[in-house]
């Protein structure tokens, strides 16, 4: 094309998606998932940009053929632009109001998968460093009103009580994974459920530890031994004692260091 031609003109195309379907049976949810997106985190200790894995749906009605699925893909390219609002429990109703305006649907659906990083510091030493921990935001708009769940992962350490009781010196112990899914009342930070999980726990980890602090969360693992039932009894504890929890669920895997097996237990309160 030369540059003093004028430019094209966009003929009109059809819309298939807003035809009209026959079969008249509404969709629940219809949308995209498996987009990796990365995205700004809102927490109690401030804004992290993460990469997370998105799903992003709307409720179809019966008398619609499809939905637009690159409206979908714009809404969290908006998201990722600098000085756009960081993503938790409020800013997801906020997203949740402009998808369904967007797409004229009675109802979406969000989910956010990804890692989300604390920066732990040693018990003695003092070094600084990062641990990861698996995090998902989900929030649902529908006639009921706004619903949310956050839930992480939290890798910590478990002493086996009983070993510890019955052996003349040591006592077993494994990484353990205590799994947390909270729908809140109100804002709730991951970090926050990552402090219940480690401080339920036998000892917490550490990316980094020098010989003094691998000495202290041995002892502490010795002091604090826990069962794969107290793991998930104190961290129950304090949620249920929580005044922005609604409803929860933990979960505690022991990964057992002397069998080839897992201990595993769940409590559930309105999940």
Do not use: C
């Given at each position: 094309m030369n540059r003093t031609d004028p430019p094209p003109v966009l003929l009109p195309m059809a819309d298939v998606q807003s035809a009209p379907d026959h079969r008249e049976i509404p969709i629940d949810h219809v949308g995209i998932r498996g987009l990796r997106y990365p995205l700004p985190i809102a927490d109690r200790d401030g804004v992290q940009t993460t990469i997370a894995e998105c799903g992003v749906y709307v409720a179809l009605p019966a008398d619609r053929k499809g939905t637009h699925m690159s409206r979908l893909v714009a809404l969290l390219e908006e998201r990722a632009q600098p000085g756009a609002q960081p993503l938790g429990v409020a800013s997801l109703h906020d997203l949740l109001e402009a998808l369904v305006a967007r797409l004229?649907?009675?109802?979406?659906?969000?989910?956010?998968?990804?890692?989300?990083?604390?920066?732990?510091?040693?018990?003695?030493?003092?070094?600084?460093?990062?641990?990861?921990?698996?995090a998902r935001l989900e929030g649902e708009l529908d006639g009921r009103g706004f619903r949310a769940l956050v839930s992480v992962a939290v890798p910590v350490t478990s002493l086996c009580p009983s070993s510890k009781e019955i052996s003349d010196y040591?006592?077993?112990?494994?990484?353990?994974?205590?799994?947390?899914?909270?729908?809140?009342r109100a804002e709730l930070y991951i970090a926050d459920l990552?402090?219940?999980?480690e401080e339920e726990a036998s000892s917490e980890l550490f990316g980094i530890l020098k010989r003094v602090d691998e000495k202290w969360v041995t002892e502490r693992a010795y002091d604090n031994p826990r069962f794969v039932e107290d793991l998930v009894r104190g961290v129950a504890a304090r949620l249920q004692a929580d005044p922005r929890v609604e409803a929860f669920a933990v979960d505690a895997e022991n990964f057992e260091s002397i069998h080839n097996h897992s201990a595993w237990a769940r409590i559930s309160r309105g999940l």
């Open positions: 004229d649907a009675p109802a979406g659906r969000v989910t956010l998968a990804f890692p989300f990083f604390v920066r732990k510091i040693a018990p003695v030493s003092g070094v600084a460093s990062l641990l990861d921990y698996e040591g006592a077993h112990n494994q990484r353990s994974v205590v799994t947390i899914a909270v729908r809140p990552v402090r219940v999980a």
